[in-house]
């Protein structure tokens, strides 16, 4: 399989590392650009806070040095802003891909009808694609959309959205296979992913449990998506990206890279080294501790040892502590296609504003859409 265009943007294979808040930083997008080939997203940042210069929001939007080609994805729940966010991205900060987030299950952002809630507002989200897709157009930048099926079995969105989507001149969308109300529960439905290829002409990229990069290569071959986009199935596994390029570029299943405890350990320390190169020592350690347990998951490494690493505060004290692996542990086999990250039980209810479901407009009588937060940090 050859890669993937965006407008006119090619992607060398067609794989997107998936925006995930707190994870695909500059360090870690740099991390996974080392391993493989692919469209690396940056975590999700708030339009309004773009607009009016929100200093957090100011300091996601970091890029490594080698990172020639800069992709963003924007959350927003107000054409105006949104719109002008994206001039920002294009003018000021050399994007070359904007990404909007109408998938984030978190009731915190669902309450205020944004992220997955926001895609039942058919004419709302129409407005916000096209003033993002007019905003990026001067400078030949492809905006691209990500949701999920709907908010729930009984109301389902995500057709509507892909053809709403295409109206709108959005270059590709991302599909998540599950509801907001399963979170990241169950199974990502694939066949609603090939539904999607079916009633759209734009690319559509498949989305949700992808674990190995022969799932990838099977996701695309029982869908018709054209590529995909991978979460948590890298979280700890920045190599995964290796063998999805060799996948795609075989046609087959490719071999699976099964790094011993000493190349997972070399990895480890080069995500902390990036992350502190990008924030400073101490908020570079403090921000690589999450990444422990999944770096470690399934090795032997005893309790005391991962407590200590998950208290990390210096570079010197990480070297200490990993010098204490055993470099020649093998991967743990037990590991491969296995789940990881994030996963929980489905929610009894999305959580909504007062009256969403009554209407699928959006736009009220002044045609604005909803006031939007400076400040959202949780993305999903
Ligand atoms: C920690 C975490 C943070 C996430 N943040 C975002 C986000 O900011 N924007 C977004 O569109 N999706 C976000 N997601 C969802 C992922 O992009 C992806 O859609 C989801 O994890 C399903 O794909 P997977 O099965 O490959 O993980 C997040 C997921 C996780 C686990």
Redesign the pocket.
Known sequence: MTGLRLGTLEVPTPVVL??????TNAAYRRLCAEHGAGLYVC??ITSRGLVEGDETTKRMLVFDELETVRSV?L?GTDPTYVGQATKILCEEYGVAHV?L?F??PVPKVTRKGGGGALPWKRNLLGRILEEAVAAAAPYDVPVTM?TRKGLDDDHLTYLDAGRIAQESGVAAIAL?G?TVAQA?SGQ?DWDAIADLVAHVDIPVLG????WEAADAVRMVEQTGAAGV?????C?GRPWLFRDLAAAFADGGPGETTLPNLGEVRAMMRRHAELLCEHMGEERGCKEFRKHVTWYLKGFRAGGELRRSLGLVDSLAALDDLLAVLDPDEPFPASELGAPR??QGAPRHKVVLPEGWLDDTDGLGEDGCGLLEDVSETT??
């Open positions: 998936a925006p995930m808040a707190g994870i975590e999700m994805q959350y990404d987030n998938g984030c990500k998540h599950r990241y990502a989305n949700g449990d992808i986009v991978v979460g948590r199935g979280l990250g994030r993305g999903g």
